[in-house]
């Protein structure tokens, strides 16, 4: 995670281990003091609480399920699992271990994120035990096949947007805050998304993304969500469409494990030619 | 399920593939190592696949007993186990070919039988195993520790599984691989009945070795290797048996004459290094190899470029280029003496993970080209189709290629995982 500027503590008002039962209270209190007049500070504020907000967990394990459908409903599974670990002042690192289909099961991908300069990617090949730096510019490619590019899943930084904020209003019946974001890094496949971010869990639930036509592309929403810790939300439930193609990915999250006591040598390449 | 049954099962099915002596010697000791640790294996997984692969070729054999096409049967399943939480594990691959036409490509391998410790600053492997080194599409120059497998292709992929020890320090300035490799694996090559060999058919019950250990002598390699920012570098030093063979005519004995593969001590030193520069990926492998033979330098070196999302689809498109030079030029045994090879990489990034590499090896002194193919698609979640396609061209008379210039073929593989 970015360490997160004083000022913008000060600005906020946040106060980092809120107890539990007060979450809406202290979200509530978060909104009121963000900046209510200037629509970019108050988007690039807004960024930074959900960022703040997430800071902490130090390394998450999960298991995933990806569903993919075609136009005529055709489905298509995949299963894997990602690590995360949590980076001080830089980007995430994430190993994510293929076990379906069967002939990749053992490929492995390491990425080391970062808020503007290029990821950096491995790949191991388990037929070969080759394990392939690769290009970083894939940022727009889609992910296995599905709907989610890889720019989708990676650990969204602040840095990584310049960011406006367009209005409140109500989804599903909760309060969100619209968020319009650019990205500032190179090769995405998006001019923009919006990004409605619920104030009780101060997580996106639903994002649109507009192609490099500024045409909508894909709908994002997120549901089901948990609070880990007392404090992280997670969903177990992500559901992409595509508007142009007519396809959609579903990601099903189980097992989330927080604070395993996982360090950098469990994101390193040798990790990666052992990962199972 | 229990070490004890697990051992019991990975000993049986191991039996079903054993075929030599540093098998059962291996299997032997994985089997008391796990009967060792009662209760303590959390797990074992199988996997694997099986798969079908006609060959066939264009033109009719070259020599005397070449059959025209095959078909082949192939089985490679992998049993895995770990304990202590996936510090300790077992790895067990044996790899297994039925082949119609040649009855030396019908063999059994195992391509690892491993034990693997890990801990925060090292990893430890014993057994047999699998290691992979380099950077480079078109030629694998800087690999050396594993033997080539070269009766299953001719790109150099395919590898027989290796008896080592090895040690692995992970520091910060990088990680230090300590081998020590016993036993010498020697090459494959097709007997009389198969397509894509020499003249002569190469006799391995009588290869000879400049160590007067033979094949029994002990290699050595260390290797440090790190990743900095957009650089993955590699520096590597192996001392042992060459694992490319020179050959000898052998016309000393009555019938007709044969080649004899010749083993050399040598010294290999090697570099690895890729940086990574958005689209650009620039590699380079090189090494400097001395021994009884005259020492020479060798490289392959280029880059791959990727168009992502290629023409406004979801596919990629890799543009590859490499140059390959080997110093001892047209008189040494290696075909890559000074060639340029040109590829394309079509990722289609769809459902079936559908990809096709095709690139031309062309030397640059005007003479043969090697024209290759390889394309995959899954079907479903268990099955693949594969093809791989390769064409000799403007072979000329002292070329390495020579023997095989009216090889070129064209396989189907259709597998199932499991």
Same mark, same amino acid.
């Given at each position: ?41 108050? *988007? $690039?504020?807004?960024?930074? #609480? ?13 298991? /995933? #399920? ?59 090949? +388990? ?48 309060? @969100? ?39 909508? /592309? ?59 | ?13 191991? *039996?079903?593939?054993?075929?030599? *002596? %540093? %098998? ?14 009662? =209760? ?18 264009? !033109? ?16 490679? +399943? ?27 490509? @019908? ?19 014993? =057994? ?11 030629? !694998?120059? #800087? ?16 590898? %027989? =599984? ?6 692995? $320090? ?7 691989? /300590? ?37 029994? !002598? ?29 050959? #000898?005519?052998? @016309? ?43 020492? !020479?330098?060798?490289?392959? =070196? ?9 023409? *406004? ?50 030397? %640059?002194?005007?003479?043969?080209? /090697? ?48």
């Amino acid at each position: 995670m970015i360490r997160l500027l004083l000022f913008t503590a000060l600005l906020t008002g946040f106060v980092p281990e809120a107890p539990a039962q007060s979450a809406l209270a202290s979200a509530q209190e978060s909104l009121r003091k963000i900046d209510q007049t200037d629509p970019g500070k108050r *988007g $690039l504020e807004i960024a930074r #609480v959900i960022d703040r907000r997430d800071t902490g967990w130090q390394d998450q394990s999960t298991s /995933l #399920v990806m569903i993919l459908r075609n136009r005529q409903g055709q489905e298509s599974r995949r299963d894997l699992r990602v690590k995360t670990l949590e980076v001080e002042a830089d980007g995430d690192k994430s190993l994510t271990i293929f076990d379906t289909p069967r002939d990749v099961k053992g490929t492995a991908f390491l990425s080391y994120t970062h808020a503007i300069r290029a990821d950096d990617q491995w790949l191991y090949l +388990p037929a070969l035990k080759r394990v392939k730096r690769i290009t970083s510019s894939n940022k727009s490619g889609p992910f296995m096949g599905s709907e989610f590019a890889y720019e989708d899943l990676t650990s969204q930084e602040v840095e990584k947007y310049t960011y406006t904020w367009l209005r409140d209003e109500p989804l599903d019946g909760a309060r @969100t805050l619209v968020v319009e974001r650019r990205p500032a890094y190179k090769y995405s496949g998006y001019t923009r998304q919006l990004v409605w971010v619920d104030v009780r869990m101060w997580r996106p639930v639903k994002v649109e993304y507009y192609d490099r036509k500024n045409s909508l /592309l894909k709908t994002l929403r997120s549901t089901e969500f948990t609070r880990y810790l007392d404090r992280y939300w997670r969903p177990a439930k992500m559901s992409m469409i595509n508007h142009q193609s007519g396809k959609s990915t579903e990601l099903l999250w189980t097992n989330y494990r927080f604070r395993s006591g996982l360090g950098a040598r469990d994101f390193d390449r040798n990790a990666l030619k052992r990962a199972r | 399920m229990s070490a004890g049954v697990n051992a019991v099962r990975v000993a049986r099915l191991a *039996g079903i593939a054993a075929g030599t *002596g %540093l %098998l059962s010697a291996g299997l032997l000791w994985v089997a008391v190592l796990l009967a060792a640790l009662p =209760g303590r294996a959390e797990s074992l997984e199988i996997s694997g696949y099986a798969g079908i692969e006609p060959r066939l070729f264009f !033109h009719s054999p070259t020599f005397a007993g070449q059959i025209h096409d095959n078909i082949s049967a192939v089985l490679q +399943p992998e049993f895995y186990s770990e304990w202590n939480a996936g510090r300790d594990s077992v790895l067990f691959t044996p790899f297994a070919r039925l082949d119609s036409a040649d009855g030396r490509r @019908t063999h059994l391998d195992v391509r690892e039988l491993l034990y693997q410790r890990v801990a925060p600053d090292w990893e430890l492997r014993a =057994g047999i195993g699998k290691v992979f080194w380099g950077v480079a599409e078109s030629e !694998h120059l #800087v690999d050396i520790i594993n033997q080539t497998d070269a009766i299953e292709d001719v790109d150099g992929e395919d590898k %027989l =599984g290796q008896p080592m020890l090895n040690l692995a $320090l992970i520091r910060d300035w990088g990680t230090v691989d /300590l081998f020590i490799l016993p036993g010498f694996r020697e090459r494959s090559f097709a007997g009389s009945g198969g397509r894509l060999r020499q003249s002569l058919v190469v006799d391995t019950n009588n290869s000879s070795y400049e160590s007067s250990a033979g094949d029994r !002598h002990v290699d050595y390699a260390l290797r440090w290797s790190q990743s900095m920012a957009q650089w993955d570098i590699g520096l590597s030093h192996f001392y042992g048996t060459s694992r490319a063979p020179r050959f #000898v005519l052998d @016309t000393r004995r009555p019938g007709p004459p044969i080649l004899i593969p010749r083993y050399d001590l040598i010294h290999r030193s090697a570099l690895d290094l890729q940086a990574t520069m958005d689209n650009w990926l620039w590699k380079l492998e090189l090494i400097h190899e001395s021994g009884q033979a005259d020492s !020479h330098v060798a490289w392959v =070196g280029g880059f791959e470029y990727t168009l992502t999302g290629f023409a *406004g689809t979801r596919a990629d498109l890799g543009l590859l280029a490499e140059h390959l030079f080997d110093s001892r030029g047209h008189a040494g045994p290696n075909p890559f003496q000074n060639d340029l090879f040109a590829g394309l990489r079509l990722a289609l990034n769809d459902v079936q993970s559908s990809e096709v590499l095709a690139g031309v090896i062309q030397d %640059l002194r005007g003479d043969a080209s /090697l024209f290759s193919i390889e394309a995959s698609r899954r079907l479903g979640d268990r099955w693949k189709l594969e093809l791989e396609a390769r064409l000799w061209s403007r072979v000329k008379q002292h070329d390495p290629f020579k023997a095989i210039a009216r090889d070129d073929y064209i396989q189907f593989s259709v597998l199932r995982y499991f």
